[in-house]
């Protein structure tokens, strides 16, 4: 009996191996070649206007087009619905007249209406992407001039305006608004559904599994790869990065975004797979509480700094990822390499140590990562280790992310050391310097609560200028100072990496998009 | 003392006096002994134990169990210098493995410590005293077992945040129901015993009667029960470890290691395979011995 | 029969409110703020304020508890803040894929248990005795996330026989669903191929699945054989001389019924909980992982309702076995 079971099983998995077909490469339907995309990420609510990380925004910008879009490294805004806009003198008024081609994938025009809804929708919902204008825009602020012109009138001038358009998609205000449920602007029906004008339209939905993009033939843009656009894209769950790994190797799919640093090592080698690998702009940084314990103490915070081994850093990431030389990253306008960063110098951080409050260490102190991020953990036991030279037990904590949020939006309750993630939203050097700012207290970036009032002027001043060259001055002078005043150990820019097939072409890489994010629009399969 | 050794009786030796528990406990052993997966449990939980206490002493790289590390000699296979191969900072597996046994030992007593301790008392006073106190004790017993523990476990420690004392708060927090309801068994039977009846006519108090009569004879199911919960309670805390829940680094916890090494499959296999192995043996380990103490102490309930 | 039916349905009706009232608190004790992880990493307070409103979180815990305890009767589970979708209709999505996954383990476990258990009784103490004993034991102690990795690795990488994760291939369309069983579904509309590859799929998940499963439903049937073989009538039919290969087929299996019962009523839920982790392992779209996904971003209604589901599976699989015990011995009926 039991030899029939194991040789049936045996006869069973015999039989599977002969059925099992060799590599696939990318996936064929009727209509053409689909791009399989791997990622750990899912997509609970597509609203372009509720929610934004790198996966839903990846997709967001594969279905809806904004006025503006931005492409290219170092990256660069392109005119998109917008064929061009002009401002007024005091910088208050923005005019944008529109491409008259465009349109929504049931064919409705994308006119002035459209655009001037679509922003009145993200303002008035107040959830994802509203943070970025509704200080200097209000719903009324947006007009319709004519069918294919819409004007912007701000509360104050405001130089970083054009940076965040890129990222207020155009929704179609006929078809959300006949989804409309209970004045809800359609937000339950854009969940799950698209109501857009991109390059593509949605497909399959099925969460946490996959979420699939058909093509659109006759997109009002076109296509840059003509002929050879994909008939389709599908963005597929693969939680483990082993799991990527093999699936990308046995050709199941075609682009991962998840490996860790050492698959990325190994998997070089691997024929027929290529590595991108672009210096991004998201920042890493252990931030100190400023306000409360023993990191209040400047001196405190300079000894840990020239303590840290910055070279594991980029160890722990295999090489792909450099030192940071400013709080502003390098691909960012404005951005300097601030002389006299701390590095790794034990003479020194002792030195520091004994001007502070604990001269003799002694101390314990938290440092808290998102629970599930590797590096951050690792640097972690890094920083463990680095601290034992000046007697300074570290404990290692993770945290899931809404509870580490939540914890570092007051000073009380802030760990005396985060590490943080910040990735920049557009190219403006203001996106980082505001981040310094007193009024951001409460959010992630700002647990360092960093105050100093000679900076929060200089960043105010530097928003509201209309010249570069005053703005260039002033960051210049501002990033020196943060430096100085070392609320947080400058990391690094950890590089942006995908693995992909060697006939995946047309891979653009922008460092404004987030980790993981890849404009699809471009891509295309170069086989047969 | 003078004269008192004419009225006492004879000192009776430790052996002598003990004459039929040492038989017994002899053909425990015998019984014992002679069954080949009971040894093989007992010879896991020693060599467990031997880890747990000596572990820092027998480790070959002590520092890198307590945040040392070895950029350096990052995820090497494993060889004479690292039997176990090393892991994604180049810290000894070997090393951490053999002290993440003391951390697994720590988490297992003390989740069935807790959880006896808390559903022991409470099986006995259901099962005893009856009527309502044990209706409640009961209903809300069976409101636990009705959910599956690891499910429950996962949400408290998912609001509690993750760490191992939190884990062992959930672990506990699912696992003393079991008891109560083995005890609350066992008591009933217990109590319409002759020995008991007798103490009540005599007066005995209830709580002298409980203590006395009741727990001395629920004991050998609770140990068997126990022994097999050592190994699952280390087993569900290397589980709430694996989803990301449990010990912090740099503490060496056989489940975390496991989460984290599963990112670096399959060509760093050694890495998640010898802290699973660990986990594995340890579990197989108090399961068999509580089943061969179950053979001896406890026969009729083996099938249940 | 009726009256019996009718309280163990009244038991499961109190136990499930019990149940929804005991994880609500537990699970809000703590001080998580899922509206934060909604509002995105640079909201603002206001914008953080919006989402708590929407969702009830601004309102004191009391409050929240009877507002969700009064849904709850009405059969509304509330709603994912992440996903922003009923709860209710993210379980009945997700809920197919672990219950195929955990039928199939559980005929596994059956198909493979009841036999490796007769015949370690037939051959008592022999090595192949003590094997399944050491085996069984292993089921029970392996840890089923270290078990499936092994496999992973083993047949999916090594050997490349079967896929590493997942339910389907990426393209492969499910059949047009009847009971959104992809096996069944596969088979009822005629594609084979669809069902051979959803088949290699849920292949490995279900053996790590159905392993603890498979090792109590072993150790039930041989103990419930070796009584058998020991009794009377069996030695007297042996003393006629009929064959050990007959006196199994003709007693065994008719005794072997009640206890693999009882056992599945055991061990349904445990693999339900146990699914937690398989899924995990496996990304298989189902409850488990949508649980783990869920209270890894705080979002507290979801895991309620998992926990629900799975205890109301449980409860109705447990009542199930009660009414055919009932069903099969009547002196049950008034236990």
């Known amino acids: 009996m039991r030899n029939l079971i194991l040789s049936a099983m045996a006869g069973a998995l015999l039989a599977g191996s002969f059925l099992v077909s060799p590599a696939s490469a990318f996936e064929r339907t009727e209509d053409g070649k689909i791009i399989v995309f791997a990622g750990r990420q899912e997509i609970p609510v597509l609203d372009p206007h509720v929610r934004y990380d790198w996966s839903t925004r990846m997709v967001q910008q594969a279905v809806y087009d904004a006025l503006v879009k931005y492409e290219g490294d170092p990256a660069e805004l392109k005119p998109w619905i917008a064929q061009s806009w002009e401002t007024s003198e005091d910088g208050k008024t923005w005019t944008f007249k529109l491409a008259e081609n465009a349109k929504f994938h049931n064919g409705d025009p994308v006119n002035a209406e459209a655009v001037r809804y679509s922003f009145e929708r993200g303002l008035k919902l107040n959830k994802g992407v509203a943070w970025m204008l509704k200080d200097f825009l209000a719903p009324e602020g947006v007009s319709v001039v004519d069918e294919h012109t819409v004007k912007f009138e701000l509360k104050a001038p405001y130089a970083p305006f054009l940076s965040f358009l890129p990222w207020w998609f155009i929704v179609n205000p006929a078809e959300v608004q006949a989804h409309e449920v209970d004045g809800d602007y359609g937000q339950a029906w854009l969940a799950e559904n698209a109501a857009g004008s991109g390059p593509y339209k949605l497909g399959r939905w099925e969460p946490s599994v996959l979420y699939e993009m058909r093509s659109v033939a006759d997109y009002w843009k076109g296509w840059p790869q003509g002929e050879n656009r994909p008939a389709g894209v599908i963005y597929r769950i693969v939680r483990e990065p082993s799991a990527q790994r093999a699936s990308l190797q046995r050709g199941e799919v075609d682009i991962a975004e998840g490996l860790t640093s050492d698959d990325y090592v190994q998997i070089a080698n691997v024929p027929g797979i290529e590595i991108q690998d672009h210096k991004g702009m998201t920042t890493f940084g252990i931030k100190f509480n400023t306000q409360k314990g023993p990191t209040a103490d400047i001196n405190l915070r300079k000894a840990i700094a020239y303590a840290f081994d910055y070279d594991a850093l980029v160890q722990i990431y295999n090489g792909a990822a450099s030192l940071e030389t400013s709080p502003i990253p390098d691909a960012m306008r404005g951005h300097i390499d601030v002389p006299g960063i701390p590095r790794q110098d034990l003479a020194k951080a002792k030195e520091y140590l004994a001007k502070s409050e604990h001269p003799e260490g002694g101390i314990t102190l938290e440092y808290v990562h998102v629970a599930g991020l590797e590096e951050a953990r690792r640097i972690g036991l890094v920083l463990l280790d680095n601290l034992k030279a000046l007697n300074i037990n570290v404990e290692v904590k993770a945290e899931q992310w809404p509870n580490m949020v939540a914890s570092g939006s007051r000073v009380e309750t802030s760990p005396a050391m985060t590490s943080v993630y910040v990735t920049p939203i557009s190219t403006d050097p203001d996106a980082v310097a505001y981040q310094y700012h007193k009024s951001s207290w409460g959010q992630y970036y700002a647990m360092a609560f960093y105050d100093n009032p000679e900076v929060s002027q200089m960043i105010d001043q530097a928003r509201a200028s209309t010249t570069w060259d005053e703005r260039a001055d002033l960051y210049a002078k501002i990033q020196t100072q943060i430096v100085a005043d070392q609320p947080e150990m400058f990391g690094m820019l950890q590089n942006r990496r995908w693995a992909h097939r060697d006939y995946l072409k047309g891979f653009q890489f922008s460092p404004v998009r987030f980790t993981g994010e890849v404009d699809l629009y471009p891509l295309w399969v170069d086989a047969k | ?304 | 029969m009726l009256s019996f039916t009718l309280r163990k349905l009244a038991a499961l009706v109190g136990t499930m409110l019990g149940i929804a009232a005991l994880t609500f608190l537990i699970t809000n004790v703590a001080p998580g703020d899922p509206a934060r992880l909604v509002a995105g990493p640079n909201a603002t307070e206001d914008m953080v304020e919006t989402i708590r409103v929407e969702n009830g979180l601004d309102k004191p815990i009391t409050e929240q508890f009877v507002i969700y305890m009064s849904d709850l009767v009405r059969g509304d589970l509330g709603t994912s803040i992440v996903s922003t979708r009923p709860v209710l209709d993210e379980l009945l999505r997700y809920a197919p894929a672990t219950i195929e996954l955990v039928l199939v383990a559980m005929a596994l476990g059956i198909l493979v248990g009841v036999p490796m258990g007769m015949l370690s009784a037939v051959y008592r103490n022999s090595w192949f005795d003590h094997l399944t004993r050491i085996f069984s034991i292993s089921g029970v102690a392996i840890p089923a996330f270290w078990f499936g990795i092994l496999l992973q690795l083993f047949f999916a990488v090594k050997l490349g026989l079967l896929p590493v994760s997942g339910r389907l291939p990426i393209v492969a369309l499910p059949p047009e669903p009847i009971t959104h069983l992809l096996l069944v579904d596969s088979l009822l509309r005629g594609q084979f191929d669809t069902f051979w590859t959803a088949f290699k799929h849920i292949i490995q998940p279900a053996v790590v699945l159905s392993f603890p499963c498979l090792a109590s439903i072993l150790r039930v049937n041989r103990a419930e054989m070796v009584e058998v073989l020991q009794s009377d009538h069996i030695v007297a039919a042996r003393a006629h001389g009929l064959s050990s290969s007959r006196i199994v087929g003709l007693y065994a299996l008719k005794n072997a019924m009640l206890p693999t019962l009882a056992m599945i009523g055991l061990r349904f839920g445990w693999m339900l909980g146990s699914t937690v982790l398989v899924e995990t392992v496996f990304d298989w779209p189902g409850i488990g992982l949508y649980a783990v996904s869920s209270a890894l971003a705080s979002d507290f209604k979801p895991v309620i309702g998992v926990t629900l589901l799975i205890g109301f599976l449980f409860i109705v699989a447990n009542t199930v076995v009660d009414l055919a015990y009932a069903w099969i011995d009547p002196r049950l009926r008034n236990a």
């Open chain 2, 1 to 304: 003392m003078t004269s008192s050794d004419l009225t006492t009786p004879v000192r009776l030796s430790f052996r002598e006096r003990h004459e039929s528990r040492i038989r017994q406990l002899r053909l425990y052993a015998y019984t014992f002994a002679g069954d080949f997966s009971s040894m093989l449990g007992l010879v896991l939980v020693i060599l467990f134990l031997v880890l747990a206490a000596f572990g820092p002493w027998l480790a070959p790289y002590p520092e890198h169990t307590t945040g040392g590390f070895n950029l350096a000699a990052r995820l090497q296979p494993p060889s004479a210098q690292h039997w176990f191969g090393t892991d994604e900072m180049g810290s000894d597996i070997l090393s951490r493995v053999i002290v993440g046994a003391r951390t697994s030992l720590w988490i297992g007593i003390l989740i069935t410590g807790i959880g006896a301790g808390i559903g022991i008392p409470l099986g006995i006073i259901a099962g005893y005293t009856g009527g309502w106190t044990r209706a409640v004790i009961m209903r809300f017993t069976e409101l636990f077992l009705a959910v599956p523990g690891l499910a429950l476990a996962l949400a408290i420690v998912a609001a509690l945040g993750p760490g191992i004392t939190n884990c062992v708060i959930a672990l506990a927090i699912v696992w003393w129901p079991g008891y109560v309801r083995l005890v609350e068994a066992k008591t009933l039977q217990v109590r319409e015993e002759l020995f008991v009846e007798s103490a009540r006519s005599l007066g005995a108090r209830t709580p002298w009667i409980m203590w006395h009569h009741i727990l001395p004879n629920c004991w050998s199911p609770i140990i068997v029960k126990m022994s097999m919960d050592m190994g699952m309670a280390i087993l569900s805390a290397a589980s709430l470890g694996f989803i990301g829940l449990g010990a912090r680094p740099p503490a060496p916890e056989w489940g975390a290691m496991i989460s984290i090494a599963r990112s670096y499959m399959p060509d760093w296999w050694w890495y998640s395979f010898f802290p699973g192995a660990a986990i594995f043996l340890t579990v197989l380990g108090f399961n068999l011995l509580g089943d061969g103490l179950r053979d001896i102490l406890d026969p009729r309930s083996r099938e249940q």
